[in-house]
């Protein structure tokens, strides 16, 4: 919607990039036409590109655990694991990866888990023997169990 409104505002179009240094999205890949259109933008409202950046993550593993952080020019890319991450890409018939993440990341999110998930014993196993993670209650303090 933004992306549509700036089509015809120009002035909208340079108050969003006058200051703009950097756009970030994630949950889900940027559409290439709406890649595109930002570029674009920005070149005629400001004369260069912002970086654009991304990241993939899960509630159960953290906000990111792999990051695109470099100039690309194009959507889709995810990036690279972050310090202390493992990934396992795992392509399909049709080079659609699943992707399998494993270190330390995972375990220090174990608050994120829904406490009904938190009472199950492979998550307790899973907390305990790969970093040992405390979980937190909704008051944010540690318990003891699960």
Same mark, same amino acid.
């Given at each position: 919607m933004l992306? +549509?409104?700036?089509?015809s505002d120009l002035a909208l179009r340079e108050?969003?990039?006058r200051d703009l240094d950097m756009i970030f999205y994630a949950g889900a890949s940027l559409p290439q036409e709406v890649w595109t259109k930002l570029e674009d933008y920005a070149l005629d409202a400001r004369g260069r590109i912002p970086l654009m950046i991304s990241s993939w993550g899960l509630?159960?593993?953290a906000p990111?655990?792999?990051? +695109?952080?470099?100039?690309?020019g194009r959507s889709g890319v995810i990036g690279v694991p972050l310090p202390g991450v493992e990934?396992?890409?795992l392509p399909d018939?049709?080079?659609r990866c699943e992707i399998r993440v494993k270190g330390r990341i995972s375990c220090r999110a174990i608050s994120t888990i829904p406490p009904n998930l938190r009472r199950?014993?492979?998550m307790r196993a899973i907390s305990s023997r790969r970093c040992g993670a405390v979980p937190r209650s909704a008051r944010g303090q540690p318990r003891?169990?699960?």
């Open positions: 992306v +549509q409104a700036m089509e108050a969003y990039f509630t159960e593993t990111a655990c792999v990051m +695109q952080h470099e100039p690309i990934v396992k890409l018939d049709e080079m199950r014993s492979t003891v169990g699960f």
